[in-house]
């Protein structure tokens, strides 16, 4: 039995207009803290609506890229304007679609008119350098050129902020796009059609359609017409969108999984690394790609970090995530419920100890208690594989060379930690963690919407996002001799 709590519809946004999937199929989305509870009803698309998206983008493109820039730049101030005065409503649909609780969707939402803003900006940005031909001392330049139609396929994680970070770029450079929505969280990608609608955009510019990556997203990676593919998601469906993307000869850009330590030295501010573990580990329930999976702690503080850490768990609200004090919410459904769980029996089976947490903490909600779990061996499953929930382990090591070491021992390379007062320590970790980014004293998790984003080894393909570096992977560089 499911009851119908002020359901909305959702439907596909195709050459500016809202229509149902061809086929007429739809489904349900259930709200993850309420099960029963029917957030909306939205189109389970498939390659029609795929083909008829990329024909409104194909059509849209030449009228689009040829405006000056900072005209599409204007187009994405007035959305960021139009996010602006949704914020709450796009908060709020976000918490109840995925499960994140209410303090960081509207933290979210607030990004994704931030990112609109920034590439608002780009219009009036160069494109190019100016050198001298070595010959003639004519002009020689480079120019960034738009690509085309691009297909961006975006995760149900942060259902906001990433599709205005791949949208942002794609469309301020020239592109047209056709967005697939993740089946988990259609409603709040919605809210940035509707932003973009309102700033009267070119019908065709921008598209969106829902559905599952079988039906949606491989038509889409497969379309000849589709100059570039940029996805965010896990470790295997995005090797499958590399081969697909790269082998029909387009541009792929991946973000996926990652592993992300925390190195806490014997000279750190304990208070701010414990708060910075915490909300590293446990915030949006843990289903970050930058969440803090490993904590490596040294021998002088280990024993003191570790109580703290434990009385911060105690501390932290568990629990309905609308409530703005609640810090860990539930998991997005029932499969990854599962999955989560079946990674901390794992761990536990393996040798690991169970400190805290890491038991189903309401009966109806996929809610997990935070669990932290120690004496977890290097070569364990939860010290290499990503479980994309509220677990994080501790680990005790002796010199920085050690923690460095066992820290670079995963396959991932997102994001990194590392607390301490030692400006050598900083630096050490600085230069030979592996990660695309670092924070000295501050949590894995956050992105700044102006500076790059991606990770190295098998946590990123292809050139980063966001800020300015998000040129390379939507425009080409060309070169122009230019004599008189
Ligand atoms: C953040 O840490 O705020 O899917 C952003 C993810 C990442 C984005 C993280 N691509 O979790």
């Known amino acids: 039995m499911s009851e119908t709590i002020a359901a909305v519809g959702g439907e596909n946004f195709i050459a500016g207009q809202w229509t149902p999937s061809q086929g007429g199929r739809t489904y349900?989305?259930?709200?993850?803290?309420?099960?029963?509870?029917?957030?909306?009803?939205?189109?389970?698309s498939d390659a029609q609506d795929v083909a008829a998206a990329i024909d409104a983008a194909e059509a849209a493109?030449?009228?689009?890229?040829?405006?000056?820039?900072?005209?599409?730049?204007a187009f994405l101030a007035r959305a960021a304007d139009a996010i602006e005065a949704r914020l709450e409503d796009i908060a709020h649909d976000m918490t109840r679609e995925m499960g994140k609780p209410l303090r960081e969707s509207r933290l979210e939402a607030g990004r994704a008119a931030a990112i609109f803003r920034f590439f608002s900006g780009e219009g009036w940005r160069p494109l190019g350098e100016v050198f001298e031909q070595?010959?003639?001392?004519?002009?020689?330049?480079?120019r960034r050129r738009p690509l085309g139609v691009v297909g961006l396929i975006t995760p149900w994680n942060f259902p906001a902020a990433i599709p205005a970070w791949k949208t942002?770029?794609?469309?301020?450079?020239?592109?047209?796009?056709?967005?697939?929505?993740?089946?988990?969280?259609?409603?709040?990608?919605?809210?940035?059609?509707?932003?973009?609608?309102?700033?009267?955009?070119?019908?065709?510019?921008?598209?969106v359609v829902i559905g599952r990556g079988g039906d949606v997203g491989e038509p889409l990676v497969a379309d000849?017409?589709?100059?570039?593919?940029?996805?965010?998601?896990?470790?295997?469906?995005?090797?499958?969108?590399?081969?697909?993307g790269t082998g029909?000869?387009?541009?792929?850009?991946?973000?996926?999984g990652g592993h992300n330590p925390m190195i806490v030295a014997d000279d750190a501010k304990l208070d701010p690394a414990?708060?910075?573990?915490?909300?590293?580990?446990f915030w949006s329930a843990g289903q970050k790609c930058t969440a803090t999976r490993r904590i490596y702690a040294q021998d002088g503080i280990y024993e003191d970090f570790r109580a703290r850490f434990l009385q911060r768990m105690s501390e932290g609200k568990v629990g309905d995530p609308a409530d703005p004090e609640t810090e860990v919410g539930p998991l997005v459904n029932e499969s990854q419920f599962e999955t989560v769980l079946a990674g901390i029996a794992r761990g536990r089976e393996e040798g690991g100890t169970l400190l805290a947490g890491g038991d189903r903490a309401d009966p109806d909600a996929?809610?997990?208690?935070?669990?932290?779990?120690?004496?977890?061996?290097?070569?364990?499953f939860l010290s290499c594989e990503e479980v994309f929930g509220p677990v994080t382990s501790l680990y005790r090591f002796r010199t920085l060379e050690e923690a460095i070491e066992r820290a670079n021992s995963v396959r991932f390379g997102l994001s990194a930690s590392v607390f301490t007062t030692d400006l050598e320590i900083a630096d050490r970790c600085i230069r030979e963690l592996q990660a695309g980014i670092l924070h000295v004293n501050s949590q894995t998790a956050g992105a700044d919407v102006h500076v790059p984003f991606g990770g190295s080894k098998s946590s990123g393909y292809g050139p980063h996002e966001q800020g300015r570096a998000a040129i390379e992977f939507y425009t080409e560089e060309i070169t122009v001799y230019q004599d008189v």
């Open 224 to 244: 000849e017409r589709v100059r570039a593919i940029s996805f965010t998601g896990s470790v295997p469906v995005g090797q499958g969108v590399r081969e697909l």
């Open 134 to 142: 070595s010959a003639t001392g004519g002009a020689v330049y480079t």
């Open 168 to 207: 942002g770029p794609a469309l301020a450079y020239g592109n047209t796009v056709v967005l697939k929505l993740a089946q988990d969280a259609p409603l709040t990608g919605l809210h940035l059609a509707r932003a973009l609608e309102e700033a009267e955009l070119p019908h065709g510019v921008f598209n």
């Open 366 to 380: 996929y809610l997990i208690a935070p669990a932290l779990f120690e004496d977890v061996a290097d070569d364990a």
């Open 248 to 256: 029909a000869g387009k541009r792929v850009q991946l973000e996926l």
């Open 28 to 44: 349900e989305r259930h709200n993850p803290w309420r099960p029963a509870e029917v957030v909306g009803e939205f189109p389970s």
């Open 274 to 281: 414990v708060q910075a573990a915490y909300a590293g580990a």
């Open 61 to 73: 493109w030449p009228a689009w890229s040829g405006l000056p820039a900072a005209k599409r730049g």
